[in-house]
């Protein structure tokens, strides 16, 4: 399979390091870089050789490309590639934030879009190395719902380069109850400045926590199945598997970056809106994240 992985971050220097050796691969990014060669370090060792451009038209051979952008970048990368991918590829995204799928499918129609989630965790620490800092599940499906062949074949893929992925006919479903658990437990972090393990222990914040969930999954119910346990209790497995993880929100703001609150609890406030629910919590917590990015960006 000829596969472009689009962003060379974190999870686009993984995937790109790991399915190298089984594939046809091109890493796309928008810098030059120096990039002969890809590390993995952590749970998965792997060094393997891959292909680095800036140049889009590489991504007119690819069947599959898998988009590693932040969500606000989405939007962007679509714009620069679209015009070079061939009308047969499908893209894939493993992104964070209720948008992604969507923007992409304005550009290629959704029945060429795959939706995902990983629970997997890396940290990018040079151009071309990887650290994978947490095992964790993949699971991909045609989006927004329903069953396509190609889900199988990219599952069997990832399988082969050493990645369980496993599939669903509601991807959208899994994708909401992901941003409902970020939506819950990141702004909080942020905002403290506390790992992801200490809102369990701090009553007013597991509380709050508690409440953004709950006004999340009223939202998400609207659009949605959700799966799995209840909202609360599953935002709180993940806080506990999660303890000692300083999460993506909080970095962000440690290190003067933006964020991705526009895609997690911003969505979930327009989405609100449009259906006529009130979402009071998320709201809050928007703006005070939103207050501190205004600070330094
Ligand atoms: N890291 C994790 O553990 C993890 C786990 C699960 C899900 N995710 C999600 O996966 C997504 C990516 O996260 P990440 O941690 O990999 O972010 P990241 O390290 O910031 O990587 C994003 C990459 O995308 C590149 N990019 C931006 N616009 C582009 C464009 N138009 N064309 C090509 N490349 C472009 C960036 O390039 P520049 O350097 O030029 O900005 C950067 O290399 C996020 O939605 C995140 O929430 C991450």
Known sequence: MRIAV????????????????DNELI????????????????????KEKVVYTTDSSYLKNADILILCTKSYDTKGAMEDIHSRINDEAYLVSFQNGLMNESIMAEYVGEDRVVGGVT?????????????HTGLGDMII???????????????????????????????YGYIWKKVIINAGINPITALTGLKNGRILQVPN??????????????????????PGVEVTEAAEGVARATAENVSSMLQDIKNNRRTEIDCINGAIIDIGAEVGLETPFNRCLYSLVKAKETSYL
């Not at 928008?30 to 998965?44: A, D, H, K, N, Y």
């Not at 953004?212 to 009223?218: G, L, T, Y």
């Open 6 to 21: 689009i962003g060379p971050g974190a999870l686009g220097t993984f995937l790109a390091g790991t399915l190298a050796s």
């Open 27 to 46: 890493l796309f990014g928008r810098r030059e870089l120096e990039m002969g060669q890809v590390e993995v370090q952590g749970q998965t060792d792997i």
């Open 119 to 131: 629970s997997h965790g890396f940290t990018l620490i040079d151009d071309g190395k990887v650290i």
């Open 141 to 171: 499906g045609k989006y927004p719902e329903g069953h396509d062949v190609i889900v199988d074949d990219i599952a069997a893929i990832f399988a082969r380069a050493g990645l369980c992925t496993d599939t669903t006919e509601n991807i």
């Open 205 to 226: 914040l597991r509380w709050l926590m508690g409440m953004v969930c709950n006004e999340s999954a009223e939202v998400a119910r609207t659009q949605v199945e959700l």
